[in-house]
Every structure is written in structure tokens, then in C-alpha cells.
């Protein structure tokens, strides 16, 4: 199995700032990709951002150009920098990996706990 702790989230203003963390842990044989999604009340849970293992990464047009996310491969961690906040991305926000327990295991997905990011006008 496969862990996700994710922190960094809370209260911020609009225009403000923020950097969460997600660190997975376990039985890790490798990791095809760590994204972020997020949900809303009253909303379906939707991409935020991806990178993949050779480093390309994905952004919602919502996101993009305001929102930079990077993994250290080595720590087994993804961060989602997000600048330029504004209340639109408030929601509940939720780490996930594509990953494999052991050589020819087939990719599963993993989720965290999620983490919340309030924005206030």
C-alpha cells in the first residue's frame, strides 16, 4: 500500500499565497505520476496540476500561470506552489499518485486525506 500525507494547506486572502507538500510513503516500487486535484462543495473533484516521471507537467486553465507544481523524486514528494490566490479555489485539495508496489504490479491510484485551502475575498 501506498501512503499520501499532504500539509501545507489553510486561510489565506485573495492575492495571497500558499505551498502544499504531499509525501507518499510504503510499498513504493515507482511512481508514474503525483498530481493534485481539488473539490468544492457542491462540485465533482477536477485536476489541478500533474507531473508525470520523465517531468511534464499538466495545469487546469484554471491554474495555469498562477500555479507551479514540482516533485522531488527523491523524497518521494509533490508541491503545488499557488500564487495569486483567489476565493474560486477554495476547496478541498487532494494529493494522488499513479504508482506500482513491486516490479510488474499494475499502476494504481492513491489518494490523501486532502487538505483544505480557504480564500477569502
Known amino acids: 500500500q501506498v501512503q499520501l500525507v499532504e500539509s501545507g494547506g489553510g486561510l489565506v486572502q485573495a492575492g495571497g499565497s500558499l505551498r502544499l507538500s504531499c509525501a507518499a510513503s510504503g510499498s513504493i516500487f515507482s511512481i508514474n505520476a503525483m498530481g493534485w486535484y481539488r473539490q468544492a462543495p457542491g462540485k465533482q473533484r477536477e485536476l489541478v496540476a500533474r507531473v508525470i516521471s520523465g517531468g511534464d507537467t499538466i495545469y487546469s486553465d484554471s491554474v495555469k500561470g498562477r500555479c507551479t507544481i514540482s516533485r522531488d523524486s527523491a523524497k518521494n514528494t509533490v508541491y503545488l506552489q499557488m500564487n495569486n490566490l483567489n476565493p474560486e479555489d477554495t476547496a478541498v485539495y487532494y494529493c494522488?499518485?499513479?504508482?506500482?508496489?513491486?516490479?510488474?504490479?499494475?499502476?494504481?491510484?492513491?489518494w490523501g486525506q486532502g487538505t483544505q485551502v480557504t480564500v477569502t475575498s
Open positions: 494522488n499518485t499513479l504508482s506500482r508496489i513491486s516490479t510488474g504490479s499494475p499502476l494504481q491510484s492513491y
